[in-house]
C-alpha cells in the first residue's frame, strides 16, 4: 500500500484529498504546513504539495528535501498553471504538476503514473551502473537522462525524445525543462559535466 502526505493549507481539501485517495486504497496523512509536513517527512511514497502557503512555500519544501537527499516523488498541487511557473516547480524537483481546480479521476492517474515510474526507476537503480563520479543526490529525472545518455554512449536524442523517454505522456512538460534537468544535472556531475554535450541539430549526449 503506498503512503502520500497531502500538504495543503487547505483543511478541507486535504480532507477531500484524504478520503478519496483512501477510498482508492492509499494510506494518507495531511499536513498544513511545510513546517508541519518536514516533521513528517521521510516514510513516504509520494508528497502532494501545495505550492501557496504561509511560511515555507511548497517549492521551498521541494528544494529543501532535494539538497538533503530526499528523493520521495514530488506533484505540486496549485492555482499557478502559467508554463513559467511550472517549469520553476519541475526545476525545484517536482515530477508532476497539476492546476487548480483539478478533478479527482485526474490527480489519481498522475499519482499512479508517478508511482509507477518512481517503482521503475527504482529497480532500475538497482541494476543499472552510473559513472563512478555521479553524485547521490541525483534526481529522479536526472537520473532517468543520464541512464539514457548511458545506455546509448556517443548517440545524441533531440529533446522530444528526452521528453518521449523521461517525461512519456505528460504533455504539460515542454522542451525548456530538459534543458533545465540537463542543466542541474552538469553541474551536479562536476568535472564529468562536460561529457554531456549539446550538438547542433542533433541534440544532447554523453561523449
Request: net charge negative.
Amino acid at each position: 500500500m503506498a503512503r502520500i502526505l497531502v500538504v495543503d493549507d487547505e483543511q478541507d481539501l486535504c480532507e477531500i484529498l484524504r478520503f478519496n485517495l483512501e477510498a482508492e486504497g492509499f494510506a494518507v496523512d495531511t499536513a498544513l504546513s511545510a513546517e508541519e509536513a518536514l516533521e513528517k517527512v521521510g516514510n513516504y511514497d509520494l508528497l502532494l504539495l501545495d505550492v501557496m502557503m504561509g511560511g515555507m512555500s511548497g517549492m521551498d519544501l521541494a528544494r529543501k528535501l532535494r539538497g538533503q537527499g530526499d528523493q520521495t516523488p514530488v506533484i505540486f498541487l496549485t492555482a499557478l498553471g502559467d508554463h513559467d511557473a511550472q517549469l520553476e516547480g519541475f526545476a525545484a524537483g517536482a515530477d508532476d504538476y497539476i492546476a487548480k481546480p483539478f478533478a479527482f479521476d485526474a490527480v489519481l492517474a498522475r499519482i499512479r503514473a508517478v508511482l509507477r515510474r518512481s517503482s521503475q526507476s527504482n529497480q532500475s537503480n538497482q541494476s543499472t551502473p552510473i559513472i563512478p563520479s555521479a553524485p547521490a543526490d541525483l534526481t529522479r529525472r536526472e537520473y532517468l537522462i543520464l541512464q539514457l545518455f548511458e545506455q546509448h554512449p556517443g548517440r545524441y536524442f533531440s529533446r522530444e525524445e528526452i521528453l518521449a523517454a523521461v517525461w512519456p505522456g505528460d504533455a504539460l512538460v515542454g522542451e525548456r525543462s530538459v534543458d533545465v534537468h540537463i542543466a542541474r544535472l552538469r553541474k551536479k556531475l562536476g568535472a564529468d559535466g562536460s561529457r554531456i554535450v549539446n550538438k547542433t541539430g542533433f541534440g544532447y549526449g554523453l561523449v
